[in-house]
């Protein structure tokens, strides 16, 4: 960032209350400058504006129409989270669009009761 953006950003920090003490000094300077000052009232402009303007009117059926369109949105469901078993050898089995897809159908997964399907379905994991 080049020494002159330094030096709006921080007018512009100081007209807004945010400078930090330690930066003080350097906004103070370049204040005292043609510049500094034209970037101070434009600034200062430019929050009054924004202070000034007040929200425009609504209609009187704006909020009906809102909460009619909000009513007709459908509902999202939230999934079940998917079921995950160690297969040993610090692989995980199961996740990804299949697991999410029957999570909340299928049992839970149970290695210890079926070591070989966990096997095999590890190396399938592993392979893809």
């Not at 953006?5 to 950003?9: A, P, Q, R, T």
């Not at 209609?59 to 949105?73: M, Q, V």
């Given at each position: 960032m080049d020494t002159q953006?330094?030096?709006?950003?921080h007018i512009s920090a100081l007209s807004?209350?945010?400078?930090a003490a330690s930066d003080l000094e350097l906004a103070f300077a370049a204040l005292r400058v043609p510049e500094g000052e034209r970037?101070?009232?434009?600034?200062?402009r430019i929050g009054d504006v924004l202070r000034a303007?007040?929200?425009?009117?609504?209609?009187?059926?704006?909020?009906?129409?809102?909460?009619?369109?909000?009513?007709?949105?459908?509902?999202?469901k939230l999934r079940t989270a998917?079921?995950?078993a160690h297969a040993g050898g610090g692989v995980?089995?199961?996740?990804?669009?299949?697991?999410?897809a029957t999570a909340s159908t299928a049992a839970p997964f149970d290695a210890k009761a079926d070591t070989k399907a966990a096997?095999?379905?590890?190396?399938?994991a592993t392979s893809s």
């Open positions: 953006n330094k030096i709006l950003e807004d209350g945010e400078l970037a101070w009232n434009a600034y200062h303007q007040a929200s425009p009117d609504l209609s009187g059926e704006f909020n009906l129409r809102l909460s009619a369109s909000l009513a007709a949105e459908p509902a999202y998917p079921a995950y995980v089995v199961g996740g990804g669009d299949a697991a999410s096997a095999k379905a590890a190396k399938v």
